[in-house]
Structures are given as structure tokens and as C-alpha cells.
T-cell receptor, first 114, second 113 residues
């Protein structure tokens, strides 16, 4: 069975500081990993994905994520946070052997203070 | 241009009255998903279609049904909505089941009165 965990319900960061939102996963075989952002009463917006290749993946709005196979982690990062980054962030995983099924973590609320 | 469109954005239905939510896509993706999301929790997969193949999650209540009459459209039918079914319902599509990135619509907020 595949699963994904986001250990922090909330992350608070001052504007201009670097941010990290943590994600760990469990899946059989090679994982496909995704990050999404959600604003109030909206759908999920795709930020970035890891399929294969470089462990550091760059995505939308200056976000990046680092894939670490030994730690089964896929943490989301940004060098300098903006107040507009405040939102709900979801990590998701699809196992290679699970065809279409994609599972989401519990979400992390990111709050950026001016 | 919106590529995954959910209608309506907000739906109010009466307790026990059947309701249908719709999703359409212009991407010609072969996989379509329905998720239920309550109170900023993780989206919960209800079912998905891979082309015409329907895949129901084991814990999806029988009260929830789905139809996919063609590639572009997918419907979520709630036969007898209860108060606990009030949630955001999210539709997503992806090109295939492997590397394709699921893209989401804006969601339908369902209220049961």
C-alpha cells in the first residue's frame, strides 16, 4: 500500500526567510511525487513533480523540492518566502505499480508573516 | 483557459435529494478522478476511471456513484445526500496513470440542508 505523511500541520515563516514543508512517502517501487497548493475555496494547483532524474526539482512560483530516496522524503523548499505563499500545501504520491491511483498527505498550512 | 471545468461551483441540496456534480475536460486525458475534501483535510479518492474502466475505492460509500459517458465528461451522483456528505468535491484528470500530472478543476462546494 502507498502512503504519504506531512508531519507538520502548520509552518510559520517570516517573509524573506527560506521555507521548508516536509513530506515522507511509502510506496512499492519507484515513486512519482507531486506537490500541490490550495487557496481557500479553490481546487489544487500543481507546483512540481518528481518522476526520475535530478533529485532537485524546480517548479512554479520559485518553489523547488528535493527527492531523497534513502530517507523516502520529498521536502518542498523556497529560498525566500512571500506573504502570497500563505496557503495549504499537499504532497502526493503515485506508485509505479499502482497505475492511476494517487494519494495525498494531510496537508500543511503555510503562514508567511510580513 | 480552464481545462478541467466543474459545474456548479456551489451546490445546495436537500437532505436525501439526489444530486449530480459534473466535470468536463478539454485535455483528452484518459484518466479522471473524483475526490472528496472536508475542511481543508487531505483529498480522499472516491473513484477513478482509466478510459472506461471504473475503479472504486473500497471505502467509498454505495451512496456515491459515477458515470463517464465519454472521454470529456464525468459525473458524480450522490443518491441520498446526508449531512456528512457536505464537502468540496474535486475532479482531476491526467494523461495516463504513470507520469501524467493530475490537473484539478476548481471544485464544487456541496452544502446539504
Amino acid at each position: 500500500a502507498q502512503s504519504v505523511a506531512q508531519p507538520e500541520d502548520q509552518v510559520n515563516v517570516a517573509e524573506g526567510n527560506p521555507l521548508t514543508v516536509k513530506c515522507t512517502y511509502s510506496v512499492s517501487g519507484n515513486p512519482y511525487l507531486f506537490w500541490y497548493v490550495q487557496y481557500p475555496n479553490r481546487g489544487l494547483q500543481f507546483l512540481l513533480k518528481y518522476i526520475t532524474g535530478d533529485n532537485l526539482v524546480k517548479g512554479s512560483y520559485g518553489f523547488e523540492a528535493e527527492f531523497n530516496k534513502s530517507q523516502t522524503s520529498f521536502h518542498l523548499k523556497k529560498p525566500s518566502a512571500l506573504v502570497s505563499d500563505s496557503a495549504l500545501y499537499f504532497c502526493a504520491v503515485r506508485g509505479y505499480s499502482s497505475a492511476s491511483k494517487i494519494i495525498f498527505g494531510s496537508g500543511t498550512r503555510l503562514s508567511i508573516r510580513p | 483557459d480552464a481545462m478541467v471545468i466543474q459545474n456548479p461551483r456551489y451546490q445546495v441540496t436537500q437532505f436525501g435529494k439526489p444530486v449530480t456534480l459534473s466535470c468536463s475536460q478539454t485535455l483528452n486525458h484518459n484518466v479522471m478522478y473524483w475526490y472528496q475534501q472536508k475542511s481543508s483535510q487531505a483529498p480522499k479518492l472516491l473513484f477513478h476511471y482509466y478510459d472506461k474502466d471504473f475503479n472504486n475505492e473500497a471505502d467509498t460509500p454505495d451512496n456515491f456513484q459515477s458515470r463517464r459517458p465519454n472521454t470529456s465528461f464525468c459525473f458524480l451522483d450522490i443518491r441520498s445526500p446526508g449531512l456528512g456528505d457536505a464537502a468540496m468535491y474535486l475532479c482531476a484528470t491526467s494523461r495516463d496513470g504513470g507520469q501524467g500530472v493530475p490537473l484539478f478543476g476548481q471544485g464544487t462546494r456541496l452544502t446539504v440542508v
